[in-house]
């Protein structure tokens, strides 16, 4: 056990939890103008599709700078969309996903 | 289903991550039931195993979650009969997942749920996530190389997936599109967690841009149609009456 860590995770929990709590608890948000409501509601789409596209096509080296990237993880990521698209079944998505790209590292296809 | 998969396989390569950098197994669940923040912890994990000094961790882990902002402006409104000590308690377990789970919920019934919040974030991800964690970091060394399975590409497919769940016209559709090239974009010249804020912050900006007449709606918040569209994985009881309101309505 390392006690240095556990104090770094509560550090790291001090630093993470006013960001998801100020939205819930600071008042007047349920009243905001429609506008605001509209710019909200876009939030999900477009924060998670950016979480996606940057885990996909950006990695860090070892000298801390990030480059872009491609791979067989784009294929695996547009088949899992094309599939919750299609079917609608995220799970059946990342199966695929999860095949294509365990395939392409055995076949030598990525690292 | 394809949540709790989301949450085993992410929390599982963490908990191999984190043993291949030296952390204990209090170490990596501390991480997990204290900070649980999914790709801050990665990134942790790094930091340390790179000898980088906690100061500069903390930073970069506080910028890199800075997108929950976003989620917790978004529940807000759906949220707002829920006490104020719940509210307290239920922002420790907002996470993307639970953020994607829980908005497509609340707008696929036309109002705010408690619980299925609480299903969405404990039950769904954070008990998952933490006891995949535990079977990574101490099954971890019998995986010679985890890399190889692939699990890595849970996490990025599990995203674009739940973005496409909550996509019903053309301006969530350009929201993700631009969020998508703008957090590239930046991530590449400023870093992923600054790229990842700004995606999320300009995209819906430019969707707003989109007028409501060409956004050709398939499914229209709070409405039957969009019921349809959003077939994720909480059955919960319905309330008709309020099935077609919006946060902030008002009535009549």
């Given at each position: 056990m390392s006690p240095?860590?556990?104090?770094?995770?509560v550090?790291?929990?001090?630093?993470?939890?006013?960001?998801?709590?100020?939205?819930?608890?600071?008042?007047?948000l349920d009243r905001l103008p429609k506008v605001a409501l509209d710019y909200l509601q876009l939030v999900g789409p477009a924060i998670l599709a950016a979480l996606?596209?940057?885990?996909?096509?950006?990695?860090?080296?070892?000298?801390?700078?990030?480059?872009?990237?491609?791979?067989i993880e784009w294929l695996a990521v547009l088949v899992c969309l094309a599939i919750v698209g299609r079917r609608g079944n995220l799970f059946l998505g990342l199966l695929a996903a999860v095949a294509i790209v365990a395939i392409g590292r055995a076949a030598g296809l990525a690292g | 289903m394809g949540i709790i998969v989301t949450g085993v396989g992410f929390g599982f390569v963490y908990g191999l991550s984190a043993r291949g950098a030296g952390f204990s197994v209090i170490d990596a669940m501390a991480m997990s039931a204290i900070?649980?923040?999914g790709s801050a912890q990665f990134a942790a994990v790094g930091y340390v195993a790179s000898g980088l000094a906690w100061p500069g961790i903390i930073v970069l882990t506080a910028l890199l979650n800075a997108r929950h902002l976003?989620?917790?402006?978004?529940?807000?409104p759906w949220l707002r009969d829920v006490p104020l000590a719940h509210r307290s308690v239920m922002a420790h377990f907002l996470t993307d997942e639970a953020f994607a789970l829980t908005i497509a919920h609340f707008r696929r019934i036309g109002r705010g749920d408690e619980r299925g919040y609480w299903l969405a974030a404990v039950l769904f991800m954070f008990i998952p996530w933490n006891l995949a964690t535990l079977?990574?970091?101490?099954l971890g060394g019998q995986i010679p190389d985890p890399s190889r399975l692939g699990i890595d590409i849970i996490f990025p497919?599990?995203?674009v997936g739940l973005a496409a769940g909550l996509i019903t016209g053309r301006r969530e559709l350009t929201a993700a599109i631009v969020g998508a090239g703008i957090g590239v974009t930046v991530a590449l010249l400023l870093g992923p967690p600054v790229g990842i804020v700004a995606g999320g912050l300009l995209g819906p900006l430019v969707g707003l841009l989109v007028?409501?007449?060409?956004?050709?709606?398939?499914?229209?918040l709070g409405t039957e149609a969009s019921a349809e569209r959003y077939a994720l994985p909480i059955a919960l009881e319905h309330d008709h009456g309020h099935e077609h309101e919006r946060p902030g309505d008002e009535p009549g």
């Open positions: 240095n860590l556990v104090v770094l995770a550090l790291m929990f001090a630093v993470t939890y006013p960001s998801r709590a100020l939205g819930l608890l600071t008042p007047g996606a596209a940057v885990s996909v096509m950006v990695v860090v080296g070892a000298d801390d700078q990030p480059s872009f990237h491609v791979g | 900070a649980f923040a976003l989620y917790s402006a978004s529940l807000r079977g990574g970091v101490v497919a599990a995203m007028p409501a007449a060409a956004a050709h709606e398939t499914a229209p």
